[in-house]
């Protein structure tokens, strides 16, 4: 069995393996380290659910430079994983085996715009696609269409997305979200504030919680642009499954949305607003606001530091 099969196979499975793992699966089967993790799974002790709601940060980094040898692995791990998503939508070749001409689907990065289209490269090579939808640099698409004279004539750009089908969560709960050194916490059970440094400089650029309560939870994503960001452009983001653009820091691989959060929380300045994409809450705001969010119902009500949005009886 390919490799491709094997990814197919464990995605199927619900199963994300690394490439030890599938080293593994050539040498000793399939059946073997399905086995194996199944075995695993069983006996990993059942978490007790958390008693009132609970809030963890995955990680809090803040932004340094990147190196060449950075930027290289940042792209490597952004194609590997942005293409298991797509994976789940197209039965894709790569470039290499594309043949001499027919309709073929193909899985790449966006290397450069050109006058007709773009080019597209996968690590095992590139093609030029001919297509009429606008992309950008760095994208990470998959395109459907006929190979015509080495050059992909593109009918379909798909892009990984956020799965309508998904479940939309909600738990019980009221969190402030504040960059601010001076809010209030009010009715609200917990406070997600990642800028608690106080210096602009020190602050982070992407942060991932993890919100729980009786044993549901909730994930919110904290995202500092370097320049203000409209609706529009955060649900490109989210259509991409990454955050904003390349920019030669060292957060590269926390933008990468493998697992679609709940809340996606912009801090931006500019005028504040609110909006859904596909059940993803969405909020953008800037120094001197916060934003309290019901986690029931996902309402978010954005108010000014100094006046906390407090819960309001119907």
Request: hydrophobic residues 40%; charged residues 30%; negative net charge.
């Amino acid at each position: 069995m390919d490799q491709k099969a094997i990814v197919r196979r464990l995605l199927d499975s619900g199963i994300m393996a690394t490439p030890d793992d599938i080293k593994g699966i050539q040498k000793n089967g399939l059946d073997y380290f399905l086995k194996k993790a199944t075995a695993d799974v069983a006996t990993t002790p059942t978490e007790k659910p958390a008693k009132g709601l609970v809030c963890r940060s995955a990680n809090a980094k803040c932004a340094s430079e990147l190196t060449a040898a950075d930027v290289i692995r940042c792209n490597s791990e952004k194609f590997e994983k942005i293409s298991r998503m797509l994976l789940r939508k197209a039965d894709a070749v790569s470039i290499n085996n594309m043949g001499g001409s027919g309709k073929i689907c193909i899985l790449g990065m966006v290397r450069e715009k050109t006058p007709d289209g773009f080019i597209l490269e996968d690590g095992t090579g590139y093609v030029e696609v001919r297509a009429k939808e606008s992309v950008d640099l760095d994208d990470v698409i998959g395109v459907r269409g006929w190979l015509r004279d080495s050059a992909l004539f593109g009918e379909e750009i798909l892009y990984p997305d956020v799965p309508i089908s998904r479940q939309i969560v909600g738990i019980d709960g009221r969190v402030l979200l504040s960059c601010g050194s001076s809010a209030e916490k009010g009715d609200a059970d917990t406070v997600i504030n990642p800028c608690s440094s106080g210096e602009s400089s020190d602050r982070p650029k992407v942060v991932w919680f993890e919100l729980e309560s009786s044993g549901k939870k909730m994930t919110v994503v904290f995202y500092r642009p370097d320049s203000p960001a409209d609706m529009k452009t955060a649900m490109s983001w989210l259509r991409k499954r990454y955050l904003g653009s390349v920019d030669g820091v060292a957060n590269e691989s926390e933008r990468i949305m493998e697992a679609v959060p709940d809340i996606l929380w912009i801090f931006s300045e500019g005028e504040p607003w609110t909006g859904n994409y596909k059940g993803v809450a969405m909020v953008s705001f800037g120094e001197g606001h916060c934003a309290a969010v019901d986690l029931t119902t996902r309402k978010i009500e954005i108010a000014s530091e100094k006046a906390v949005p407090q819960s309001k009886e119907i």
